[in-house]
């Protein structure tokens, strides 16, 4: 089940899990390369450390996914879709779309 999070909402969503996040990248050969940076939302806007090979891949292919894991309180991820561009020693997200989303079965109260 998935709950869109509006851009005006991110931020205070993402400031509810917390800074620690994923950043899901793709390597030149299609698989995924995630690591797990400190990330600041702002304004649609997010920002990261990121190191060689996560610059590397964004600057060949800039789609990247934002995923904060669910917390003990919620059972919901926060997972947001953006563009990249890197610098010399962090990642610059625009934000393109957000989402709440628990598995499917998840039991709530």
Request: proline fraction near 6%; include cysteine; hydrophobic fraction near 45%.
């Amino acid at each position: 089940m998935s709950v869109k999070v509006t851009p005006a909402e991110l931020a205070d969503r993402a400031a509810a899990y917390g800074p620690a996040a994923f950043v899901v990248t793709t390597k030149a050969d299609g698989t995924a390369h995630l690591s797990h940076q400190i990330v600041t939302v702002a304004d649609g806007v997010a920002t990261c450390p990121a190191g060689k090979g996560t610059r590397a891949a964004v600057a060949e292919r800039p789609n990247v996914v934002l995923l904060w894991p669910p917390t003990a309180d919620e059972t919901y991820s926060l997972i947001a879709d953006g563009t990249a561009v890197a610098d010399d020693e962090s990642l610059t997200i625009t934000i393109t779309g957000a989402v709440l989303h628990r598995p499917a079965g998840a039991v709530t109260c």
